[in-house]
């Protein structure tokens, strides 16, 4: 694996980008619920982009970083792959539990 060549940022091509975008957004839509976060997040990639973004990596990451910054799916599904205006037929629930330690099924003990 140490001889293997590492993943090279200003070579992702726009999927990539846009996997990578939408990964993150998800992530900070479940762990970040707080609305003053988000608009300070919303604002900053923006500027970000058009401040070095581009510069560093090239223009095939405008339109995923700009699903990051929640704009418009209206604006964004002409240019991007996945369209995430359209309903999916998988069904997301509203909560998951996490099982609490005792609720998790016993680890055997192996006889030697």
């Not at 300070?40 to 982009?49: C, E, Q, R, S, T």
């Not at 240019?79 to 999916?88: A, E, F, P, V």
């Not at 037929?89 to 030697?112: G, S």
Request: proline letters at 8%; aromatic letters at 16%; a positive charge.
């Amino acid at each position: 694996m140490g001889a293997n060549e590492s993943a090279q940022l200003y070579k992702l091509t726009e999927l990539q980008w846009e996997f990578f975008f939408t990964c993150w957004r998800y992530n900070l839509d479940f762990y970040r619920d707080d609305p003053s976060f988000h608009r300070k997040f919303n604002l900053g990639v923006p500027i970000y982009y058009y401040t070095m973004g581009r510069r560093m990596f090239g223009k095939a990451m405008k339109y995923p970083i700009m699903r990051l910054a929640h704009f418009p799916e209206s604006i964004l599904s002409r240019r991007l792959y996945l369209d995430l205006r359209k309903n999916s037929p998988l069904i997301t629930p509203e909560k998951v539990e996490i099982p609490t330690q005792n609720l998790r099924p016993a680890i055997p003990i192996l006889a030697d």
